[in-house]
């Protein structure tokens, strides 16, 4: 027989969240969908929000983890999965989104959407290896820090 556990007291556990800053990486893997991201976005907000990130930079992490997801599934190959890889920090958070595509071709950096993600994120950087199995490894990584006091 299990023993039956205690309610989650929702109030203890809002304090323990404000108090604790996650120090470990985050990864998450899901299926090369669009289907998937608002899963893929809620880890990384529910991250920004533990790091105490202001509810603009909260919100500017979602739209380019949109962006950047939207772009890298367009190119997927199939049955490829995005990775996800949240590093926290003192200064913030660290997203990086990878996922294996068809072609070699990086985000364009002429385009709309490229500004977009210069706009809202820090540090953006464009990584492509040839993948064995057939395809690229490609990743995009960007910073989104806490605002200066």
């Given at each position: ?37 608002p ?56 997203t990086?989104v ?17 500004r ?34």
């Amino acid at each position: 027989m299990l023993a039956r556990k205690a309610p989650i007291d929702e109030r203890s556990l809002m304090a323990h969240m404000a108090r604790t800053t996650p120090t470990h990486p985050v990864d998450l893997r899901v299926p090369a969908d669009l289907v998937y991201l608002p899963v893929v976005r809620a880890v990384p907000e529910a991250l920004a929000i533990m790091l105490d990130l202001d509810i603009d930079r909260v919100a500017d992490l979602g739209l380019a983890i949109d962006q950047v997801c939207t772009e890298l599934i367009a190119d997927a190959l199939p049955d490829a999965r995005v990775e996800i890889r949240v590093d926290t920090g003192a200064e913030g958070l660290t997203t990086t989104v990878a996922t294996h595509t068809r072609t070699d071709r990086a985000p364009d950096r002429s385009g709309f959407g490229w500004r977009v993600l210069t706009t809202l994120t820090e540090g953006l950087e464009v990584g492509r290896t040839r993948s064995p199995d057939g395809g690229w490894w490609t990743s995009v990584s960007f910073q989104s820090a806490r605002s200066a006091v």
